[in-house]
């Protein structure tokens, strides 16, 4: 993962069998199981077959416990899959979308449903206001339209407004919407004729289970998602305080690029985009804009380290790592009180390798001792 340093490890397994992809699964929906602990127990043990065996041993050690997300669980969100024509992709699986793949800690599954069957590299997001003014979606669609004409990949999120003309503008060249519920939840209702419109010429992408409707929490999640599907992201109207915002916020920590289109300053709408090209987004007035400065890009772009098959990744060869991450736990655990901690902080007063001190804050966090904060800090349970 090149961005995120997680793979301490070694590079990330190729999913091969069936067995593996329904344990990939069945780890991503175990309770306190995130991305980042997915990614570390699949490096660590080599498989999701064997990181699911290993799970309750691991939150014994750490003096906690853990049970795994019940067999019948999972088989019953598969089965909720083939009842929507939906297919399940996970990490390591070859359909799973590259620049996705790349950003840190990837998104574990994906359901998605469509005529659609891969998602190119070449791709953009467009997002803004779900009260836009008639300029500004007519903006949207255009650039969603002459993208789609240059050869890009369109991807929103399905919201009125904005999301709505980006779609629409791009059905006959490529769209994605990207749900905060499962890819059978049609939100807002009011979009349902566009929902089966991508569904017919698109995909749908979701993070979440089929079945799932969507919370108000979700949407940042969807958010990452979204930017991470992309090389950029465009936002055309946004207020100081939206859900656009936080996706260029997400596209910039994923080392992507920013555009937004610059707007009246007497209209709330447009004062999140002017902030933006203020804080340093390439201004976009039209789609050349873009072009110019994602075709430069593209030619430097460093493409995601390739996954390997199982046979050929083994689990961390260092003997030594179960005893190094018992001696740690303790250690790491005296240092982490009520008030939020950094992980940096942590694993430089521990003095212990990256890889050895993140297995132990995992643990830790696995076995219910520890909990991370949304900004990536520690805190006891």
């Given at each position: 993962?090149?961005?995120?340093?997680?793979?301490?490890?070694?590079?990330?397994?190729?999913?091969?069998?069936?067995?593996?992809?329904?344990?990939?699964?069945?780890?991503?929906?175990?309770?306190?199981?995130?991305?980042?602990?997915?990614?570390?127990?699949?490096?660590?043990?080599?498989?999701?077959?064997?990181?699911?065996?290993?799970?309750?041993l691991i939150a014994k050690r750490a003096g906690g416990g853990i049970v795994p997300a019940p067999i019948e669980v999972v088989e019953a969100e598969m089965?909720?899959?083939?009842?929507?024509?939906?297919?399940?992709?996970?990490?390591?699986?070859?359909?799973?979308?590259?620049?996705?793949?790349?950003?840190?800690?990837?998104?574990?599954?994906?359901?998605?449903?469509?005529?659609?069957?891969?998602?190119?590299?070449?791709?953009?997001?467009?997002?803004?206001?779900?009260?836009?003014?008639?300029?500004?979606?007519?903006?949207?669609?255009?650039?969603?339209?002459?993208?789609?004409?240059?050869?890009?990949?369109?991807?929103?999120?399905?919201?009125?407004?904005?999301?709505?003309?980006?779609?629409?503008?791009?059905?006959?060249?490529?769209?994605?919407?990207?749900?905060?519920?499962?890819?059978?939840?049609?939100?807002?209702?009011d979009n349902a004729d566009l929902y089966q419109a991508i569904r017919t010429y698109g995909v749908l992408i979701s993070a979440s289970p089929v079945g799932?409707?969507?919370?108000?929490?979700?949407?940042?999640?969807?958010?990452?998602?979204?930017?991470?599907?992309?090389?950029?992201?465009?936002?055309?109207?946004?207020?100081?305080?939206?859900?656009?915002?936080?996706?260029?916020?997400?596209?910039?920590?994923?080392?992507?690029?920013?555009?937004?289109?610059?707007?009246?300053?007497?209209?709330?709408?447009?004062?999140?985009?002017?902030?933006?090209?203020?804080?340093?987004?390439?201004?976009?007035?039209?789609?050349?804009?873009?072009?110019?400065?994602?075709?430069?890009?593209?030619?430097?772009?460093?493409?995601?380290?390739?996954?390997?098959?199982?046979?050929?990744?083994?689990?961390?060869?260092?003997?030594?790592?179960?005893?190094?991450?018992?001696?740690?736990?303790?250690?790491?655990?005296?240092?982490?009180?009520?008030?939020?901690?950094?992980?940096?902080?942590?694993?430089?007063?521990?003095?212990?390798?990256?890889?050895?001190?993140?297995?132990?804050?995992?643990?830790?966090?696995?076995?219910?001792?520890?909990?991370?904060?949304?900004?990536?800090?520690?805190?006891?349970?």
């Amino acid at each position: 993962m090149s961005d995120g340093g997680e793979d301490f490890f070694g590079r990330f397994p190729a999913c091969t069998s069936d067995a593996e992809r329904f344990a990939r699964l069945r780890l991503a929906r175990t309770n306190r199981i995130g991305p980042v602990h997915f990614h570390q127990l699949i490096l660590r043990f080599g498989s999701a077959v064997k990181a699911v065996e290993n799970l309750p041993l691991i939150a014994k050690r750490a003096g906690g416990g853990i049970v795994p997300a019940p067999i019948e669980v999972v088989e019953a969100e598969m089965a909720r899959g083939r009842a929507a024509g939906a297919r399940l992709v996970v990490l390591g699986d070859t359909a799973y979308p590259k620049l996705l793949a790349d950003i840190a800690a990837a998104p574990p599954v994906l359901w998605m449903l469509g005529e659609q069957t891969a998602l190119p590299d070449r791709a953009i997001a467009i997002v803004g206001a779900r009260n836009a003014s008639a300029a500004g979606q007519r903006i949207a669609h255009a650039l969603a339209r002459e993208l789609g004409e240059a050869g890009f990949f369109v991807v929103s999120g399905l919201a009125r407004g904005i999301d709505t003309q980006a779609h629409t503008g791009s059905l006959k060249t490529g769209t994605a919407a990207v749900l905060g519920g499962g890819v059978d939840d049609i939100y807002p209702p009011d979009n349902a004729d566009l929902y089966q419109a991508i569904r017919t010429y698109g995909v749908l992408i979701s993070a979440s289970p089929v079945g799932y409707r969507a919370r108000a929490g979700d949407f940042p999640r969807r958010n990452r998602v979204i930017s991470g599907l992309t090389r950029g992201t465009i936002v055309v109207e946004a207020e100081l305080k939206s859900g656009s915002l936080i996706t260029a916020r997400l596209a910039n920590e994923q080392g992507r690029e920013v555009f937004a289109v610059p707007g009246s300053p007497l209209d709330p709408r447009c004062r999140g985009t002017n902030d933006l090209i203020r804080q340093g987004a390439t201004l976009c007035e039209g789609v050349d804009d873009i072009l110019r400065t994602l075709d430069a890009q593209m030619t430097l772009f460093e493409r995601p380290a390739p996954t390997v098959p199982l046979h050929a990744v083994s689990a961390f060869d260092d003997t030594d790592l179960d005893e190094a991450i018992d001696s740690l736990r303790d250690r790491l655990l005296s240092l982490i009180r009520p008030v939020p901690t950094p992980r940096e902080d942590l694993l430089r007063l521990s003095g212990a390798p990256a890889r050895v001190g993140l297995a132990a804050l995992g643990e830790l966090e696995i076995a219910g001792l520890i909990v991370t904060t949304s900004d990536g800090q520690y805190i006891r349970a």
